[in-house]
């Protein structure tokens, strides 16, 4: 029986500027697997032994497999990009599998979070992981609900990847305010330069995560500060995927795992 590890969801070349930098997440040679090469919905797949991650035996391999992606991508976010401090206001737009660990993470940092969507089941999930407040965007108009909850935040995330919500986040900042886009569009937005420039505002990009990340989402995971029981909705079988990514393509839930060997491969099943 083999070691258990975590196969990162970017392979870097450890060689280029930014990799020398410790900006591994935008490696110039980088390979995403899945994108790049094969991906891990089969039985076996070939990556470099310089890029696996050993899984502590505390964590199932099975949950285990969302913290690639799922769990370091809004880390990386929120802890080194938007460096999300304790009592700041933030507001996360848009909690799929990716967003509702923003507000996550954010709120494992002490920050008063606000959560929207337009899945109410979704906003239920956000609440229960440490969201203050969870609003319906078709709903609520998002200033109204600031207006009403508060007023307008420290820090905005956009993790829907629409122009239309990435100039809703950068409305919804105040006075130095930061605007972290994680979602990703490749259409052109409207923002006037005016604000940015007399309220002194900031707009990040960030994508990934670097390596050694990992291995403090490990350890809060290990420690019970991430959960990873309520983001996983069904665990399938690598014969019923289209199944599974059905479910997903029609927002019924927020994640759904394959288990390419059949289910109870892991001890800790």
Do not use: W
């Amino acid at each position: 029986k083999g070691q258990r590890v975590l196969i990162p969801a970017v392979l870097t070349c450890g060689k280029c500027e930014f990799c020398l930098e410790g900006r591994e997440n935008v490696c110039q040679n980088m390979l995403m697997p899945g994108n790049h090469i094969d991906g891990a919905f089969a039985q076996f797949i070939k990556v470099p032994e310089k890029d696996i991650i050993l899984m502590p035996d505390e964590i199932p391999l099975e949950e285990g497999c969302i913290i690639a992606d799922a769990i370091s991508t809004p880390y990386h976010a929120v802890v080194n990009r938007a460096k999300v401090k304790l009592g700041e206001r933030i507001i996360v737009f848009g909690c799929g599998g990716v967003g509702i660990n923003v507000v996550q993470i954010a709120a494992l940092q002490g920050a008063e979070v606000i959560a929207c969507d337009i899945d109410n089941n979704k906003l239920e999930i956000a609440l229960e992981l440490g969201a203050k407040y969870a609003f319906n965007l078709e709903k609520n108009p998002v200033r109204d609900f600031l207006k009403q909850n508060g007023g307008l935040v420290d820090v905005a995330f956009e993790v829907i990847g629409k122009p239309e919500t990435i100039e809703a986040a950068y409305k919804s900042l105040g006075l130095t305010g930061r605007l972290c886009i994680i979602g990703y569009t490749n259409q052109n937005i409207a923002i006037n330069p005016a604000k940015i420039m007399f309220y002194e505002q900031e707009i990040i990009g960030s994508i990934g995560c670097r390596p050694l990340d990992y291995y403090e989402v490990l350890k809060l995971v290990k420690e019970g500060k991430i959960k990873l029981d309520k983001l996983i909705a069904n665990k399938y079988e690598l014969e019923d995927i289209n199944k599974a990514l059905d479910e997903l393509r029609a927002s019924k839930v927020l994640r759904n795992i394959i288990l390419p060997n059949g289910k109870g491969q892991d001890t800790l099943y």
